[in-house]
C-alpha cells in the first residue's frame, strides 16, 4: 500500500466494518484500534490525572466495535486460504486441524466452505462482467481434491518440506 492510501487511511473515520477498504493491512487495522480503545482506557482515569489526555466519545466505542469486526472477518475470511496454503506446501490434515484447534473432519468442511464461496464469487464477478475473483472450475476442483487427503498424508512438494 503506498504512503498516500495509509495518509487516507489515517484520516478515514470509521463508524461500521463497511468503511474499512478492502485488502487494508491488518497492521492499519490494529493501529487505528488502538488509537480508539487507548482513549477509551483513559476515560476510566480520574479527571486531571494525566497531562494531555484525550477522552474518548461514542464515535470512539463504535470505531473500536466496527474496526473489531473488521478484523474478525479478515482473520475468519483468510482462515480457508490459509488452510489450502498449509496443505498444498506440504502439511497434512492432522497438522492443520491441530493449528486451527479443530478436527481434521471440521477442517475439510472449512475448507470445502471455502471454496465454495470462492467459486460463487468467481461466477458471480463473472456474470456481472467483472474481473473474476475467486476460485475458477479447475482451481476449485483442486481446492475439493485436497479434502481426499488422509489425516496423516502429505502431497509432494518441490524441494521437499
Known sequence: ??????????????????????????????EKHQAHADRLTDRLLPAGSAHGVERASAAD?????????AVRREMEYGRGAHLRDALQLGASWGQVAAAVD??????????RAWADGQRHLYTASEERGEQPLGLSAGQHAAVLALTGLG??????????R
Open 151 to 160: 489425516d496423516d498424508e502429505h502431497i509432494a512438494v518441490e524441494g521437499g
Open 102 to 111: 479443530l478436527t481434521p473432519d471440521e477442517a475439510r468442511a472449512l475448507l
Open 61 to 69: 466505542a463504535l470505531a473500536v466495535l466496527a474496526l473489531r469486526e
Open 1 to 30: 500500500m503506498s504512503t498516500d492510501a495509509h495518509r487516507h487511511w489515517l484520516d478515514l473515520q470509521v463508524h461500521c466494518p463497511g468503511d474499512v477498504p478492502p485488502a487494508t493491512p491488518l497492521m492499519w487495522l490494529a
